[in-house]
């Protein structure tokens, strides 16, 4: 089956430091591939997605590239702020195996960053 | 302005109730889901809608029931059978692309339920 597999935080870093959060999957199929984020007490914002290979997501700052050969989606940002502090989830939507509908996103546990000014 | 809504923010139910969660859009999305999130966990899939009227168990549907009578509206039921509630839950909803598969799940701000 499917399955995601993130570094495990807490990650706490300072204002302006690089970040990478590890992302690795597990997917029969042809996945697109997305970072969520979710700052405390509320629900999962999108900020990026890929949909095939060597595709590049990207967004505030953010960036994750889609590395089939790999199996890998590493978020990064080259200077992070305090108001980054959250925990950002890696997931997979895989149409193949989910019989031509993205019905389903499996998730990875989760990253907590916690960014100190 | 467009979006997913969820009440109440926050749930208390005492052992051995039933309790009713809201999940409205007013995106004129086709596909609406339920996932569960614990601590230090990623989350699960309850109840997934694809279309109104139609829905479908996800992976942890033991314990919940739902309904969609109406494409922009698809309440949670938890109830007593269910043996461990106390999570926060969240709502989510996606476009179907022009090929009929689902896009992009965009989430609500979650309910958090606790057992008393």
């Known amino acids: 089956g499917n399955s995601v597999t993130q570094m495990e935080g807490p990650v706490t870093l300072s204002e302006e430091a690089f970040l990478t959060i590890n992302c690795t999957y597990t997917?029969?199929?042809?996945?697109?591939l997305f970072w969520y984020v979710q700052y405390p007490g509320e629900g999962l914002q999108l900020l990026l997605k890929?949909?095939?290979?060597?595709d590049k997501g990207s967004n505030k700052g953010f960036e994750a590239t889609y590395r089939k050969e790999t199996t890998s989606f590493h978020l990064e940002k080259g200077s992070v702020q305090v108001s980054d502090s959250a925990v950002y989830f890696c997931?997979?939507?895989?149409?193949?195996?989910?019989?031509?509908?993205?019905?389903?996103?499996?998730f990875g546990k989760g990253t907590l960053l916690t960014v100190n000014p | 302005d467009g979006g997913i809504t969820q009440s109440p923010k926050y749930l208390f139910r005492k052992e051995g109730q039933n309790v009713t969660l809201s999940c409205e859009q007013n995106?004129?999305?086709?596909?609406m889901y339920w996932y569960r999130q614990d601590p230090g966990q990623g989350l699960r899939l309850i109840y997934y809608s694809q279309i109104v009227n139609d829905f479908q168990k996800g992976d942890i549907a033991e314990g919940y029931s739902v309904s969609r009578e109406k494409k922009e509206s698809f309440p949670l039921t938890v109830t007593s059978a269910q043996k461990n509630p106390t999570a926060f839950y969240l709502c989510?909803?996606?476009?179907?692309?022009?090929?009929?598969?689902?896009?992009?799940?965009?989430f609500g701000p979650g309910t958090r339920l606790t057992v008393l």
């Open positions: 989510a909803s996606s476009p179907h692309t022009a090929s009929g598969s689902t896009d992009t799940q965009y």
């Open positions: 890929a949909t095939k290979a060597d």
């Open positions: 995106l004129n999305h086709d596909a």
């Open positions: 997917a029969t199929g042809y996945p697109s």
């Open positions: 997931a997979l939507s895989d149409l193949r195996t989910s019989g031509g509908s993205n019905y389903k996103l499996t």
